[in-house]
């Protein structure tokens, strides 16, 4: 009689252990409600507001990239560079049909912020001296099951002047 009880006890803990395992997993996962990734654009110094006004073709510009996730999971997350002119800026549902000029590829835990300090090159046509140009910074991310990279929706963008020629 004395296996039995023995038994029947094991079972009982092993059920209760398993249930309490279960219990602090659920209870420990972030609840996100609306998840998101984000992209910021910032100054060379990673900050807000001293942007550059004016570009030199063939020479680099000093920035800060800002990515955060909080889809509730860790997220592969690739900023792409490119340039164009102000018409031709990426929408929310689809990314701007230019040449991707530089990549970042970072991997970012669930409500990690990561910067990212560059320089990023103006490469354009000589023909644009004076005039505007944009900067722009997609963020896609990938999708493991699929194995493809995503574009976001999410970008941002730096309207510049074209000073010279470096």
């Given at each position: 009689?004395?296996v039995?009880n023995?038994?029947?006890?094991?079972?009982?803990?092993?059920?209760?252990?398993?249930g309490?395992?279960?219990?602090?997993?659920?209870?420990?996962?972030?609840?996100?409600?609306?998840?998101?990734?984000?992209?910021?654009?910032?100054?060379?110094?990673?900050?807000i507001?001293?942007?550059p006004?004016?570009?030199?073709?063939?020479?680099?510009?000093?920035l800060?990239?800002?990515?955060?996730n909080?889809?509730?999971?860790?997220?592969?997350?690739?900023?792409?560079?490119?340039?164009?002119?102000?018409?031709?800026?990426?929408?929310?549902?689809?990314?701007?049909?230019?040449k991707?000029l530089?990549?970042?590829?970072?991997?970012?835990?669930?409500?990690?912020?990561?910067?990212?300090?560059?320089?990023?090159?103006?490469?354009?046509?000589?023909?644009?001296?004076?005039?505007n140009i944009?900067?722009?910074?997609e963020?896609?991310?990938?999708?493991?099951?699929?194995?493809?990279?995503v574009?976001?929706?999410?970008?941002?963008?730096?309207?510049?002047?074209?000073?010279g020629?470096?």
């Amino acid at each position: 009689m004395n296996v039995v009880n023995d038994e029947v006890f094991a079972v009982i803990l092993a059920i209760v252990v398993i249930g309490s395992v279960i219990s602090v997993a659920t209870l420990l996962r972030p609840e996100v409600t609306e998840p998101f990734v984000a992209l910021g654009l910032l100054d060379k110094d990673c900050k807000i507001g001293s942007y550059p006004e004016f570009v030199v073709a063939g020479g680099d510009v000093d920035l800060c990239l800002s990515i955060f996730n909080y889809k509730g999971y860790p997220v592969l997350a690739q900023v792409r560079y490119k340039i164009g002119k102000n018409n031709e800026l990426p929408t929310n549902t689809t990314s701007a049909d230019l040449k991707t000029l530089m990549n970042f590829t970072r991997l970012l835990d669930h409500n990690e912020e990561v910067l990212i300090r560059t320089r990023v090159p103006v490469i354009i046509n000589e023909s644009l001296v004076g005039g505007n140009i944009t900067l722009i910074f997609e963020l896609w991310v990938y999708e493991a099951s699929r194995g493809v990279w995503v574009y976001s929706g999410v970008w941002t963008h730096l309207h510049v002047k074209v000073a010279g020629v470096h």
